[in-house]
């Protein structure tokens, strides 16, 4: 992979072990001497640790050099563990973790500088599979509203003080969504742009289609216009 250019894409945990004190909670943490180990001894190759969930996970990838890069996803951005184990409507994996660990994703982003870009990891799970028997299907359904959803989680961690109004620029913006992104996979830049207002739009319930109804994250609640350009 390294030498012919592939990028490595990692879901970075270990298998839960109960014996061996490994949960949902810290299997993330405990992959990360993995990632370290990799890197070393493939320094060129490109890896990319997905969906960063902790602040022991952002201090990782910023240890490493430009060829490891990490993504961010909308929902755990403003999630915490409470309300995922409250609602199955918020339950992926990663889990979403502490107050603490999400203050460091959002501190992640606004000083990412290309070490970090989103990457939505969005779970069009059918209802029945959240709801039904049995355990619920990890995945939080976001892609429709991605960008709204961080926007919203930016504006929370501001009221919150997890992060200054003044990190919060159209550049890291700009960059998050779109720019840092295709810059580490090589790929062009984009042609078309989106705009986001302010107005009443209100996030629906679910969408419905041949027989499939996935709930959306944060149904009911209001968010951001978004056209393109």
């Given at each position: 992979m390294e030498e012919v250019g592939l990028v490595l894409n990692i879901h970075g945990e270990v298998p839960n072990n109960t014996q061996k004190d490994v949960s949902v909670m810290n299997a993330e943490s405990k992959f990360l001497p993995t990632l370290l180990e990799v890197h070393a001894k493939f320094p060129k190759l490109r890896i990319v640790l997905e969906h960063v969930t902790t602040a022991d996970a952002c201090d990782a990838v910023r240890s490493c050099g430009p060829?490891?890069?990490?993504t961010i996803t909308a929902h755990h951005l403003s999630l915490v563990i409470d309300q995922a184990v409250g609602d199955v409507f918020c339950y992926c994996k990663p889990v979403a973790k502490s107050p603490e660990d999400r203050r460091a994703l959002l501190n992640a982003l606004v000083t990412s500088n290309g070490k970090f870009f989103l990457g939505t990891d969005s779970a069009p799970h059918d209802i029945s599979a959240k709801k039904g028997k049995g355990s619920a299907a990890a995945g939080v359904f976001t892609q429709p509203h991605a960008s709204q959803y961080i926007l919203t989680a930016l504006e929370e961690g501001i009221a919150r003080e997890d992060i200054k109004d003044e990190q919060v620029t159209?550049?890291?913006?700009?960059?998050?969504?779109?720019e840092w992104g295709r810059k580490f996979y090589g790929v062009e830049p984009a042609t078309q742009k989106i705009v986001l207002?302010?107005?009443d739009k209100v996030i629906p319930e679910s969408v419905k289609d041949a027989g499939v109804e996935v709930v959306h994250y944060r149904a009911g609640t209001k968010t951001w216009d978004l056209k393109w350009q």
């Open positions: 060829t490891v890069a990490g159209e550049e890291v913006l700009r960059g998050f969504l779109s207002t302010k107005g």
